[in-house]
């Protein structure tokens, strides 16, 4: 039989990975919502503002199995963390990025250090729950994808209308 203790801590890493894929594609997204000005902005014609939205999948795409391989050599907890916190580098620096390259490098950045946060997860949960529960905890994290587009949204044309892009 299961401990409480034990089933309250696999349900906190499930909520750590839901938040984690959240704000993964909340930081996916907040370009589009920022679009408009940041084309008036930094005088992006349409073609150089697609290149930007579409260089996070280019290298995110690259280095999906790149990231698993990174995935089963590093300890999980520490993968994550960096990964983290380089991809929040790369999507706060991408505020202060005064020119097409600049912004362009950043997404591609920011595609590369995302690229292990799945198999991250995957591997969190193949080490944390049960085979008998990994299904229904990979499905509530993956639903953090949903959450941080459809629902998290909002909040970032809450704070581009207070902040700017």
């Not at 991809?87 to 990025?97: D, E, I, P, R």
């Not at 292990?116 to 193949?126: E, W, Y």
Request: overall charge positive; glycine content about 12%.
């Amino acid at each position: 039989m299961k401990s409480p203790a034990t089933s309250r801590v696999r349900y906190g890493v499930a909520g750590m990975l839901f938040v984690t894929v959240a704000i993964n594609y909340l930081d996916r997204g907040n370009l589009s919502v920022a679009a408009t000005g940041l084309a008036r902005d930094l005088q992006l014609d349409p073609v150089r503002l697609g290149l930007i939205f579409s260089g996070f999948g280019w290298t995110y795409a690259i280095f999906q199995i790149p990231g698993g391989w990174l995935v089963d050599r590093v300890r999980p907890r520490v993968l994550c963390a960096l990964a983290c916190g380089l991809w929040s580098l790369a999507t706060l620096m991408q505020g202060f990025a005064g020119a097409f390259l600049a912004l362009l490098g950043l997404r591609l950045l920011l595609g590369l250090f995302e690229a292990p946060s799945f198999p991250i997860c995957n591997r969190l949960v193949t080490a944390w729950f049960p085979e008998t529960e990994r299904a229904g905890a990979i499905g509530f994290y993956t639903s953090g994808q949903f959450i941080g587009l459809g629902l998290l949204t909002p909040l970032l044309v809450l704070a581009q209308r207070h902040f700017g892009w």
